[in-house]
């Protein structure tokens, strides 16, 4: 398998047998980073980090994974560089290019870091936009694989804002490596339906399905994962909050949901999550609306079917697969 060279933009631009790939990468330097084995097998090279959003995880697991391999690394913020302000996205992408060996975007528009990827010729590396999210996505599914030791056939149900990042790339995924995708949400939060066709001609070649529905009892019904993620985006305005959380509460991962599951199921969740009244937002809406949590609570998040702190360290495993399949060595 060859992906030296390649952007990294969405799991739609990767064969399954590509995604799997990256998927036993991620595992074979999970295991090589436990035994102390080392893989700086990159020395001398360098990448930009580039996060007009604010990030824990990308951020950290770029970084980290960066400096395993023997990289250096500058991060450029919201603030503090040229880019977008002076100097267009193709004029950074061209002089960036010239200096670093591959380039990580976090950002807005899908349309931007396609653009710099058209411009930079050097791998680009999508760390969220607002279509996609696809390194999420390999340490989503090494997360369900180390817990199922399999792939193929299980249900995940993704419950909440499925038309954005998440939603999106969860269906993208599910469908490109079989697995049989639920959006359980209200149906203004349903998947856009171009990008459910495309899903669609994925499922027909592995055997997955695709399933959108309104109903939890049903759409939770016998799930292997439960999945959700935060109803208001980073980037979003303050004023959808009111809206979403009115829609959404009913779509809140509880333990009425889990026990509606398989027994065996586990809850995913990209982080960071609402499940208690420890964070600035999370107290603000606490007081506003006399909530405690949003789109889990706090039970299932800490609950032993949680497994969100272990997909969280596979954020950093998958990244360093993703940088070290598509740079050339030193
Ligand atoms: N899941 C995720 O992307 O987290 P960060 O926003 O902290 O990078
Ligand atoms: N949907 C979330 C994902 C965060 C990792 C956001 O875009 O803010």
């Not at 149900?157 to 639920?182: E, H, I, P, T």
């Not at 949590?293 to 998040?301: K, P, Y």
């Amino acid at each position: 398998m060859d992906l030296k060279g390649r952007n990294f933009l969405t799991l739609k631009d990767f064969t399954p047998e590509e995604i799997t790939y990256l998927i036993d990468l991620s595992a074979e330097v999970k295991e090589k980073k436990k035994k102390g084995i080392p893989v700086d097998h990159y020395k001398g090279k360098n990448v930009a980090l580039i996060f007009e959003k604010d990030s824990t995880r990308t951020r950290c697991a770029f970084e980290v994974a960066a400096h395993d391999m023997g990289m250096g690394t500058t991060y450029l913020g919201p603030t503090g560089s040229q880019m977008g302000k002076k100097e267009s996205i193709e004029d950074t992408a061209r002089v960036l290019g010239r200096m670093y060996d591959g380039i990580e975007y976090r950002g807005f528009g899908q349309d931007i870091v396609e653009e710099l990827a058209k411009y930079a010729g050097v791998p680009v590396w999508n760390g969220l936009t607002n279509e996609y999210h696809p390194t999420q996505m390999l340490a989503d599914m090494l997360t369900i694989r180390e817990n199922f030791g399999k792939l193929k056939g299980l249900k995940l149900v993704y419950m909440g804002d499925a038309r954005y990042n998440m939603g999106n790339s969860l269906m993208v995924a599910c469908s490109k490596l079989g697995l049989d995708f639920v959006a359980c949400t209200t149906k203004e939060y349903f998947p856009n339906e171009e990008l459910v066709e495309t899903c669609r001609g994925y499922a027909a070649q592995s055997g997955a399905t695709i399933t959108l529905t309104e109903d939890v009892k049903e759409g939770t019904k016998d799930a292997d994962v439960i999945y959700t993620d935060v109803w208001v985006s980073m980037g979003e305005p303050d004023e959808v909050w009111e809206k979403r959380i009115k829609e959404l509460s009913p779509y809140k991962v509880t333990k009425e949901v889990m026990a509606n599951a398989k027994e065996t199921a586990i809850f995913l969740h990209c982080l960071p999550a609402f499940h208690d009244l420890k964070t600035k937002i999370g107290k603000e809406m606490g007081e506003r609306f006399g909530i405690t949590d949003m789109e889990v609570t706090d039970e299932v998040f800490e609950s032993a079917q949680s497994k969100v702190f272990d997909e969280a360290e596979n954020r950093m495993h998958t990244i360093k697969a993703v940088m070290m399949a598509t740079l050339e060595e030193s």
